[in-house]
């Protein structure tokens, strides 16, 4: 199925300094973002306990706020609705006596006369063990984007490997700044997001690039903006399809998945739209930035096949027994 047949070439780079600015302006509001609200860790990242609670009727919120008040391990307490009237989040920061304690017996005895409810979940994490994992996770991020540059560089050629840099971290910059925009949680959920990002985004990035230097390869084109435009034209119905379907899927997650997935729907959501913006107009427009030189290229494959001739030629005289 073809939704673009490949008949006409469509000028995307005509259009790609417009779409830098764009990028540039979103990019730099996230990290606004970011610095004024900053980012909400949860349980997983900043430790704490989490009692998730399921009554039979609407929560009664205000009654369980006075309830709690009774034990000291409730001081400071939060209470929200999750994903609906009749289900309730309480979050608190994790005291040595919540720890050693049952917490889901003692959240039973403070609640006790609020109604007929039941105790979902209990998760409780450490300080110590919340500041590991952040530390990790920050960690994996940076090892997951040396190793696409690397990657990348080793593939094709520095030039490529520094513009699908940029581009995933154009991605996840976006994808923070709409965390903190709507304050998620920030939790292992959506750090597995944002690898899933880094990995969507690179596939499609790759997939331009490997036109791109097919047809800088064989196409007798030697006005590299041309050959990005032909490329992505005729990437566009793969990356359509891809695109669409992967985006209904996850919008499906988001909408009918619970609030246990919803970050993670969310982030993904936004990653999916921005990876498919930024292999079109962020990585390849950086690409034409940096000035590559088609001709060159042809030069140093020339190059390249001459030596190799010479040597296959030498080995065929040393075979033959002829020096």
């Known amino acids: 199925m073809e939704f673009f047949k490949y008949t006409r070439t469509f000028n995307f780079?005509?259009?790609?300094?417009?779409?830098?600015?764009?990028?540039?302006?979103?990019?730099?509001?996230?990290f606004g973002l970011l610095a004024t609200k900053g980012l909400n860790y949860g349980v997983d990242f900043a430790g704490g306990t989490i009692v998730q609670v399921k009554y039979d009727k609407v929560a009664p919120i205000d009654e369980m706020?006075?309830?709690?008040?009774?034990?000291?391990?409730?001081?400071?307490?939060?209470?929200?609705?999750?994903?609906s009237p009749d289900e309730v989040v309480i979050r608190m920061k994790t005291t040595t006596g919540s720890v050693?304690?049952?917490?889901?017996?003692?959240?039973?005895?403070?609640?006790a006369g609020t109604?007929?409810?039941?105790?979902?979940?209990?998760?409780?994490?450490?300080?110590?063990?919340?500041?590991?994992?952040?530390?990790?996770?920050?960690?994996?991020?940076?090892?997951?984007i040396l190793g696409i540059l690397i990657y990348v560089a080793f593939r094709f050629e520095w030039r490529f490997a520094v513009a699908?840099?940029?581009?995933?971290?154009?991605?996840?910059?976006?994808?923070?700044?709409?965390?903190?925009?709507?304050?998620?949680d920030v939790n292992l959920d959506v750090l597995a997001a944002?690898?899933?990002?880094l990995g969507y985004s690179l596939n499609d990035t790759i997939i331009v690039f490997d036109r791109i230097r097919e047809g800088v390869t064989n196409g007798r084109n030697t006005e590299l903006s041309d050959i990005i435009n032909e490329s992505v034209t005729r990437t566009l119905a793969r990356t359509t399809l891809t695109s669409l379907t992967t985006f209904f899927v996850v919008f499906t997650l988001f909408m009918f998945g619970g609030e246990i997935i919803h970050a993670f729907a969310f982030?993904?959501?936004?990653?999916?739209?921005?990876?498919?913006?930024?292999?079109?107009?962020?990585?390849?427009?950086?690409?034409?930035?940096?000035?590559?030189?088609v001709k060159g290229y042809h030069i140093k494959?020339?190059?390249?096949?001459?030596?190799?001739?010479?040597?296959?030629?030498?080995?065929?005289?040393?075979?033959?027994?002829v020096m």
Not at 100 to 111: P, W
Not at 311 to 316: A, E, G, I, L, Y
């Open 301 to 321: 494959l020339a190059s390249k096949a001459k030596r190799e001739s010479e040597k296959q030629k030498m080995r065929d005289q040393f075979e033959s027994g």
């Open 164 to 184: 699908s840099i940029v581009a995933l971290v154009h991605d996840i910059s976006i994808a923070l700044g709409a965390i903190a925009l709507v304050g998620l």
């Open 100 to 111: 050693t304690t049952d917490v889901g017996d003692v959240t039973r005895e403070a609640l």
């Open 13 to 30: 780079m005509a259009k790609s300094k417009l779409a830098m600015i764009l990028s540039i302006v979103i990019v730099l509001t996230s």
């Open 65 to 83: 706020r006075e309830k709690l008040k009774s034990s000291k391990i409730f001081d400071n307490a939060s209470i929200t609705e999750f994903g």
């Open 115 to 144: 109604g007929k409810f039941e105790i979902r979940r209990v998760d409780i994490v450490g300080p110590k063990v919340g500041s590991e994992l952040k530390e990790k996770g920050i960690m994996s991020l940076f090892l997951a």
């Open 267 to 293: 982030t993904l959501l936004v990653g999916v739209v921005v990876g498919t913006y930024s292999s079109i107009f962020v990585a390849s427009p950086i690409l034409l930035a940096f000035g590559f030189d």
């Open 194 to 197: 944002l690898l899933t990002i």
